[in-house]
C-alpha cells in the first residue's frame, strides 16, 4: 500500500464507480483538473473513465496520479471545460 504524504486541500478525491466518456466528465466539472482511470480504450481513442478527484491546480493531482500509477491504473488528467474566455491571439 502506497501512503500519499501531502495532498493539498484542494484536491476532492471523489473515486467514483461510475463509468463515463471524458467529454462528459468534462462537462460535469467545468473549469477544473480532473484525474481519471481509464477503463475502456483501444490503441486510439478512450472511451470510458471513472472520476478519481478534481482539482483547481493540476499540479495538486500529481501525488494521487503517481499513487494509481504505482498500482498500475491507466489514469490521465483532462480539463473541464472553460466557462470564462480565454487568452486571444493576433496574427
Known sequence: M???LHRSPEVQ???SQEERPIAEWQELYPDVWLLLEVT???AWEIYK???IAI???DMDLVPLWQEYQRKGK???MFHGVYTEPGPTGIA
Request: hydrophobic fraction near 50%.
Open 2 to 4: 502506497v501512503a500519499v
Open 13 to 15: 478525491v471523489i473515486e
Open 40 to 42: 475502456e480504450e483501444d
Open 49 to 51: 473513465a471513472r472520476l
Open 55 to 57: 482539482s483547481p491546480v
Open 74 to 76: 491507466i489514469t490521465g
